[in-house]
């Protein structure tokens, strides 16, 4: 392990010379690492698709090398890195189209990292950051109307939302936006040559896409940004919030896909219940939070080893089978033990004794007309989240 006596010596004999040398050639180091760890990350993805974080760390922020790999990918270009200005400047317009034009602007008014984040803060007066709520629409109108509420489930599902904004308001929430599934979806063309299908659903009834179509209506009349992008789910556009957006994201939703979006900057909000306060009269909130530290001590998985997992445990309710005979205990242990599926599995082939049969069977040899080991690359693309969906970025409340 490097120290910082390798690099650097501090004594009572310092001059101030010295010690202004070192603080210039930190500072242009402190400059590039991002884009450094961004590149490297764009690189290795290129290369590996599957198994590119292995490049790095475990101890890493997988949020940081999310962030740095989505704004290198902004600005692929060296050109289109100005040299006057911070990675922060960088990343602050990294989701608009006129991104180079903003960082060129900021430069030519003089700004600089801080000042230039200033309006990036819901009030600038008093320095509040910004907090976005993204909210997985399809899930809690499928939710409401399925429990009952039929034909008034939009105005349910409206109702819940902005009732929930107004209580989050007053914790700081700045942003909200209401994402919604694509009717096209690229992950069932990765399976249309597959007997079992992506996410096998029956025919909505006409009245449920009615309440689809009006909740997304009566959302938008109350302020709410609507957002869908073709053939994206709304999970992957929550995935690219919570990677893109500058400041806190919380996500309301109950999908585990969503626990690999965890991070420092990034929780879930599972659920709220309304209970009527029996001496106000109130109708009180039970927010039931997520964090990636209670995710981590929950499961003993890291948020970035979290598709690995669900690989190898499969979900029934997306019609996605993993390996067969290992679970969600087994796939547990087998990441546990091993970090990755590409280490599972390289160890399955090499007979590695912490294998048992029984599993190597499940990994290279079933189903026998098509061995998971064969199918693992769309298995993984099935359940990953995409991060670098384009955004609308006009969330504020």
Request: hydrophobic share 40%; charged share 25%; aromatic share 10%.
């Amino acid at each position: 392990m490097e120290t910082r006596d390798q690099f650097f010596e501090i004594t009572p004999n310092s001059t101030m010379e010295a010690l202004s040398e070192y603080g210039g050639q930190f500072a242009y180091l402190q400059r590039g690492v991002p884009w450094w760890i961004g590149d490297l990350a764009r690189y290795a993805e290129a290369r590996w698709p599957e198994e590119w974080y292995q490049v790095f760390p475990e101890w890493i922020s997988p949020g940081l090398v999310e962030r740095c790999k989505g704004v290198a990918k902004a600005y692929p270009n060296e050109a289109d890195r100005n040299s006057l200005a911070t990675w922060t400047q960088h990343m602050k317009v990294a989701s608009k189209p006129d991104r180079v034009e903003l960082v060129a602007a900021m430069i030519a008014q003089g700004l600089t990292s801080d000042e230039s984040r200033k309006d990036i803060y819901a009030n600038s007066e008093d320095g509040k950051p910004r907090w976005l709520l993204a909210v997985d629409v399809n899930y809690h109108l499928h939710r409401h109307w399925y429990s009952g509420a039929g034909v008034e489930a939009a105005k349910q599902v409206c109702d819940w939302v902005g009732r929930m904004v107004e209580r989050l308001k007053e914790k700081g929430l700045t942003d909200v936006v209401a994402c919604f599934d694509s009717p096209n979806n690229f992950r069932k063309a990765l399976t249309k040559e597959w007997a079992d299908e992506y996410k096998p659903r029956p025919p909505k009834p006409p009245e449920l896409i009615q309440q689809l179509q009006l909740v997304r209506t009566l959302l938008d009349d109350s302020g709410f940004r609507c957002a869908a992008v073709d053939t994206f789910e709304a999970d992957d556009l929550m995935a690219s919030y919570a990677v893109q957006f500058t400041g806190k994201v919380t996500l309301l939703a109950q999908d585990k896909d969503m626990k690999q979006c965890l991070s420092e900057t990034c929780n879930m909000l599972l659920d709220v219940e309304w209970n009527e306060d029996p001496t106000s009269g109130d109708m009180i909130p039970d927010y039931q939070w997520l964090s990636a530290k209670q995710h981590i001590e929950a499961t003993g998985i890291q948020p970035n080893q979290w598709a690995d997992y669900q690989a190898i445990a499969g979900d029934n309710v997306d019609g996605i089978k993993g390996a067969i005979g290992i679970g969600e205990v087994g796939a547990n242990k087998l990441i546990a033990e091993f970090g990755s599926l590409l280490a599972v599995l390289q160890a399955a082939v090499a007979e590695d004794e912490r294998i048992t049969p029984k599993n190597r069977t499940s990994f290279l040899t079933l189903p026998e007309d098509h061995p998971f080991a064969e199918h693992v690359d769309i298995v993984r693309q099935l359940v990953t989240l995409r991060t670098d969906v384009r955004i609308p970025n006009d969330t504020r409340i």
